[in-house]
Nanobody, 129 residues
C-alpha cells in the first residue's frame, strides 16, 4: 500500500514558478513509477509528467515539455514537479500518482492515468493572466 500527499499548490501570476511535492509513505516507495496528472474544470484528467523507478527515465506532455521538470529524492521518499513559465492554461488540480512498473513499461504505460492505482488528494494550481 502506498499513500501519497501533495503540497505546494497556490496562486501565481503568468510567467511565475511553483514546485509541487508528493510525499509517499506506506509499505514501499520503491518499484513504483511516479507521475503527475492534472484536471481542469470540465476537462478530462491529463498526463503531465512521469518518472520511472527502475531507469529514472522521465516523460512529459508536449504542453509542458521544457517548462516542467519531474524529479525524485529517494531519501525523502518525495517526488517533485518544478513548474516554470506558468501559463493560465496550466490552471488545474494536480494529482500525484504511483503504480508498479515492469520491464515492458513504456511511454504509453506511464502516460495513461488508468494504469495508476495509487493517488493523492490533489493540490490546486491557479495561474492568473
Amino acid at each position: 500500500q502506498v499513500q501519497l500527499v501533495e503540497s505546494g499548490g497556490g496562486l501565481v501570476q503568468a510567467g511565475g514558478s511553483l514546485r509541487l511535492s508528493c510525499a509517499a509513505s506506506g509499505r514501499t516507495f520503491a518499484n513504483h513509477a511516479k507521475a503527475w496528472f492534472r484536471q481542469a474544470p470540465g476537462k478530462e484528467r491529463e498526463f503531465v509528467a512521469a518518472i520511472s523507478w527502475s531507469t529514472a527515465n522521465t516523460y512529459y506532455a508536449d504542453s509542458v515539455k521544457g517548462r516542467f521538470t519531474i524529479s525524485r529524492v529517494d531519501a525523502e521518499r518525495t517526488v517533485y514537479l518544478l513548474m516554470n513559465t506558468l501559463k493560465p492554461e496550466d490552471t488545474a488540480v494536480y494529482y500525484c500518482a504511483a503504480e508498479t512498473e515492469s520491464l515492458s513499461s513504456n511511454y504509453f504505460y506511464y502516460t495513461n492515468w488508468k494504469n495508476y492505482h495509487y493517488w493523492g488528494q490533489g493540490t490546486q494550481v491557479t495561474v492568473s493572466s
